[in-house]
Nanobody
Framework: QVQLVESGGGLVQPGGSLRLSCEAS????????MGWYRQAPGKERELVGTITTGRATNYAGSVQGRFTISRDHAKNTVYLQMNSLKPEDTAVYYC?????????????WGQGTQVTVSS
């Protein structure tokens, strides 16, 4: 069974930093592009950024220059380093990955981790 498990959320003051992690697990899986999304209360889920297998990254304009996505292929893990956090970054953050398992590929989602930016 394929699973994505996030960790690292919490409460941080404005201007602070947090690092989220997301590990994919499962038997005989091949992981493609991975990404982070977020959903604030009363808003639709939005893209934060993505990273390809070749480590090419793409970011939403609202986080460009403040957030950095990286991945460790050996650990099947994607990271989201968030710096200079703002109250408007408060949201549930979800990781997503395109994973091929048992010859079939689709997008999988983690359960989400809460990030709250507040003084």
């Amino acid at each position: 069974q394929v699973q994505l498990v996030e960790s690292g959320g919490g409460l941080v003051q404005p201007g602070g930093s947090l690092r989220l992690s997301c590990e994919a697990s499962g038997s005989d899986i091949s992981i493609g592009t991975m990404g982070w999304y977020r959903q604030a209360p009363g808003k639709e889920r939005e893209l934060v950024g993505t990273i390809t297998t070749g480590r090419a990254t793409n970011y939403a304009g609202s986080v460009q220059g403040r957030f950095t996505i990286s991945r460790d292929h050996a650990k099947n893990t994607v990271y989201l380093q968030m710096n200079s956090l703002k109250p408007e970054d408060t949201a549930v953050y979800y990781c997503s990955a395109f994973i091929v398992a048992r010859g079939s590929g689709r997008s999988y989602w983690g359960q989400g981790t809460q990030v709250t930016v507040s003084s």
